[in-house]
């Protein structure tokens, strides 16, 4: 029988929710039916989102928190009664030549990307095993990685060692967190045009370099993630943990 992706009942916390592919992924759940807690660093951005969920007749909490703050996040969770599904998605990039790369700037992407990233999944692990059926009705983490969590790619460096990191967390996660009926998977997506890439695309030769390293021949969609995301979030992806769905259009298949 077809599964459906239908979140009805389940709760969803997605950071990094403000713009770009936290964005379209918090959207996407509440199409499915999740009450969708969405979480920025930007209260604006996290407005605008409400707005279009709200539209869609979602379900929509917002808190506005910078996930480096682990004091506030902590605070945020005692405020939801119960948690099914973590889209684990702020994080940025800094590009920057491997002998040129900014002491600051190395550490901003270990802080953001790696430690927070492990800090959230975590505490929000300890939120799913409250729920007493927790093994029975199961829970979903979705790690946000990338193909440079798979591949390495010219200045980019320290977002490869980041990721690959992730990547790490994610099957290390996966083993632990079985027993509780949790799956732990990360989404590895290519260039993608959010409003990040875009900035980056402006430089018309760095654009060119990278689509042609993509056999499609284009930089995918907000919702070409945002699907993927859904998907490892519903019981359609029951028995799938432990992986990485790669959304790369072939950069990894070379």
Same mark, same amino acid.
């Given at each position: 029988?077809?599964? &459906?992706?239908?979140?009805?009942?389940?709760? @969803?916390?997605?950071?990094?929710?403000?713009?770009?592919?936290?964005?379209?992924?918090?959207?996407?759940?509440?199409?499915? %039916? @999740?009450?969708?807690?969405?979480?920025?660093?930007?209260?604006?951005?996290?407005?605008?989102?409400? #707005?279009?969920?709200? *539209?869609?007749?979602?379900?929509?909490?917002?808190?506005?928190?910078?996930?480096?703050?682990?004091?506030?996040?902590?605070?945020?969770?005692?405020?939801? *009664?119960?948690?099914?599904?973590?889209?684990?998605?702020?994080?940025?990039?800094?590009?920057?030549?491997?002998? #040129?790369?900014?002491?600051?700037?190395?550490?901003?992407?270990?802080?953001?990307?790696? #430690?927070?990233?492990?800090? !959230?999944?975590?505490?929000?692990?300890? *939120?799913?095993?409250?729920?007493?059926?927790?093994?029975?009705?199961?829970?979903?983490?979705?790690?946000?990685?990338?193909?440079?969590?798979?591949?390495?790619?010219?200045?980019?460096?320290?977002?490869?060692?980041?990721?690959? %990191?992730?990547?790490?967390?994610?099957?290390?996660?996966?083993?632990?967190?079985? &027993?509780?009926?949790?799956? !732990?998977?990360?989404?590895?997506?290519?260039? !993608?045009?959010?409003?990040?890439?875009?900035?980056?695309?402006?430089?018309? #030769?760095? *654009?060119?370099?990278?689509?042609?390293?993509?056999?499609?021949?284009?930089?995918?969609?907000?919702?070409?993630?945002?699907? @993927?995301?859904?998907?490892? @979030?519903?019981?359609?992806?029951?028995?799938?943990?432990?992986?990485?769905?790669?959304?790369?259009? %072939?950069?990894?298949?070379?």
């Amino acid at each position: 029988m077809f599964k &459906k992706i239908n979140l009805r009942s389940r709760t @969803a916390l997605v950071t990094g929710a403000g713009k770009g592919l936290g964005k379209a992924c918090a959207i996407a759940l509440a199409e499915a %039916g @999740a009450k969708v807690i969405i979480i920025s660093r930007t209260l604006s951005d996290l407005t605008k989102v409400e #707005k279009i969920i709200k *539209k869609t007749k979602g379900s929509c909490l917002k808190f506005e928190c910078d996930i480096t703050d682990l004091n506030k996040f902590k605070s945020i969770l005692k405020k939801i *009664k119960r948690l099914d599904i973590l889209v684990n998605n702020a994080g940025t990039n800094r590009p920057e030549h491997f002998t #040129k790369v900014k002491k600051k700037n190395m550490e901003y992407l270990v802080e953001l990307n790696m #430690k927070a990233a492990f800090n !959230v999944a975590q505490l929000c692990t300890k *939120k799913m095993v409250e729920l007493k059926n927790r093994k029975k009705v199961g829970a979903s983490i979705i790690n946000m990685s990338s193909q440079l969590g798979k591949v390495g790619a010219p200045i980019r460096s320290v977002y490869n060692m980041t990721k690959f %990191g992730v990547e790490g967390l994610t099957r290390g996660m996966a083993f632990e967190l079985g &027993k509780y009926n949790i799956r !732990v998977n990360s989404v590895c997506p290519t260039f !993608v045009e959010t409003p990040m890439v875009k900035a980056f695309f402006k430089n018309k #030769k760095f *654009k060119q370099q990278m689509l042609d390293n993509i056999p499609l021949g284009r930089a995918a969609q907000e919702n070409d993630v945002s699907t @993927a995301v859904a998907f490892l @979030a519903a019981d359609s992806s029951n028995s799938i943990t432990g992986t990485s769905l790669m959304v790369d259009g %072939g950069w990894t298949a070379k």
